[in-house]
């Protein structure tokens, strides 16, 4: 793809921003490029971190791994993103200890064009912030998530929201009540039961 250039901002329940970047691949030790369009008809997620290197991250990564079969299941690719090179990725796969075995790409927004597209830049350090944008089959934009900096991020959180949407793109006229999990009671959205929730959840 030449002189690629997204045309929407990220907004959410809307079509995700078209992106083209780099990525390292630590299971075979490759690199290549890749881009929004090999991943229509698949659930995806673009995990923006701030950088390498850094304290919280391979927390972080350790976690996604750990989660890695239960992603698989629910057929969900997992896309770490940072403004660092693919060289930093490699390297830091290398030396960090937590990121020994990392099972997933890592995508490499080098020029930052995509962190501004999808509003996660903080344009004084050049890093993306602590973000996780969640896309369905279709290219919509389902899930949107930002935590401070310094507060690092929960897997298990992460698979019960993408549960909830996988459910509610395969039941369209469901809703999921707070705290639901798999096989809890849903609502029908209805002005019957607009004053009745409590009701309506006790079915």
Not at 20 to 46: C, G, H, I, Q, R
Request: with cysteine; proline share 5%; charged share 30%.
């Amino acid at each position: 793809m030449e002189d690629f250039t997204p045309f929407v901002l990220a907004k959410i329940d809307n079509e995700a921003p078209s992106w083209e970047m780099s990525f390292y691949n630590p299971v075979d030790d490759s690199d290549a490029k890749m881009s929004s369009e090999e991943l229509t008809w698949k659930w995806y997620v673009l995990f923006f971190y701030p950088a390498d290197f850094t304290f919280v991250c391979p927390t972080e990564m350790k976690d996604l791994a750990e989660q890695k079969d239960k992603f698989e299941k629910m057929w969900v690719e997992i896309l770490p993103v940072s403004t660092d090179s693919i060289f930093s990725h490699k390297a830091w796969v290398k030396e960090e200890k937590l990121m020994e075995n990392f099972p997933y790409k890592m995508l490499s927004d080098k020029n930052l064009e995509v962190s501004d597209f999808y509003n996660v830049l903080d344009e004084e350090s050049g890093m993306a912030g602590r973000w996780t944008f969640i896309v369905d089959p279709d290219g919509i934009l389902r899930g949107i998530e930002v935590t401070s900096w310094a507060q690092w991020r929960n897997s298990l959180e992460l698979i019960r929201k993408i549960e909830g949407l996988q459910f509610m793109r395969e039941n369209p006229t469901q809703a999921c009540p707070a705290k639901w999990e798999t096989w809890d009671t849903t609502l029908t959205p209805s002005i019957k039961i607009a004053w009745e929730v409590f009701e309506a959840l006790q079915k």
